[in-house]
């Protein structure tokens, strides 16, 4: 069975710790595989569906986050009010956020490279305070409270910007300028269903959505509060010999005929 050789007892763990707190830890010195084997577990989920499986190098499903050392605000996460152009910055998290909407039941792994490389109490201080409401609904699903409020899915911005738009949801027309969206309903796109959650929610961390935040402990990086400690499973990652063995080791960076299922990986308790 393919799934045998992708859950060793070391994938066995990372699942446990990602049912508990959809906020993993991985330290260790610089070159021990830490955002590889990210990208690793997205791949051995990804669906074969035409979709997420398209870019040979990296899956739909995984988003690599270089944290810079200038990161002191969340503005680079969570996007920004353009007084200026009247619009609004939205990142490549935003549209990871809302492509996870899009496909509730597959895993979706954020790999925050040398995520403390700035504080990361400053730049994402928004995901450490809405991870701590998750809750689970009657209906059984596990939410958040919104890291984006609503009021910015409903603000009037310049005639030339669609916020819908630069989130990444597709039209029913592909063909329409800006101005043709602007002077019609919103039901020129496909999934109305998460617009409206968005105007009415917020966008919130759907719960498919892993952050796995990779560290190297040395003079140039920052230590950890105990407010990101505490919201975190962390693991240290351990290379006990650099022997033939481990050189020639093949990494499965590859899509898997048979992907591991989301159940495996998605909360169904808090």
């Known amino acids: ?135 689970k609904t009657q209906n059984g699903f596990v939410v958040t409270d919104a890291i984006i409020p609503a009021s910015v899915f409903n603000d009037n911005y310049a005639p030339d910007f669609n916020i819908f738009d630069s989130l990444g949801f597709e039209r029913y027309n592909n063909s329409m300028t800006n101005d043709d969206v602007h002077y019609t309903l919103l039901g020129n796109f496909i999934r109305i269903d998460l617009i409206n959650r968005l105007k009415t929610q917020g966008l919130t961390i759907p719960s498919n959505v892993i952050i796995i935040g990779t560290v190297n402990m040395d003079d140039t990086t920052n230590s950890f509060s105990r407010k990101v400690i505490d919201r975190a499973m962390t693991f240290e990652t351990v290379v006990g010999k650099f022997g033939d063995e481990y050189f020639n080791s093949d990494v499965a960076l590859n899509y898997v005929n048979n992907p591991l299922k989301g159940e495996l990986f998605l909360s169904d308790e808090v």
Not at 19 to 36: C, D, E, H, R, V
Not at 71 to 95: A, K, L, P
């Open 1 to 135: 069975n393919e799934n045998k050789k992708v859950i060793t007892t070391d994938v066995f763990s990372y699942i446990s710790a990602i049912k508990t707190k959809p906020f993993i830890i991985l330290g260790g010195f610089s070159g021990t595989g830490k955002s590889q084997k990210v990208k690793e577990l997205a791949f051995a989920t990804c669906p074969n569906d035409g979709h997420l499986n398209i870019n040979e190098t990296s899956p739909g499903n995984f988003l690599l986050v270089s944290v810079k050392p200038n990161w002191h605000d969340s503005t680079d996460i969570i996007g920004f009010r353009s007084s200026i152009h009247n619009n609004y910055y939205v990142t490549d998290f935003m549209r990871f956020l809302i492509k996870a909407m899009h496909f509730p039941n597959v895993p979706f792994f954020v790999c925050l490279d040398e995520m403390n490389l700035a504080p990361v109490e400053e730049y994402f201080a928004d995901f450490l305070s809405v991870i701590e409401s998750r809750e």
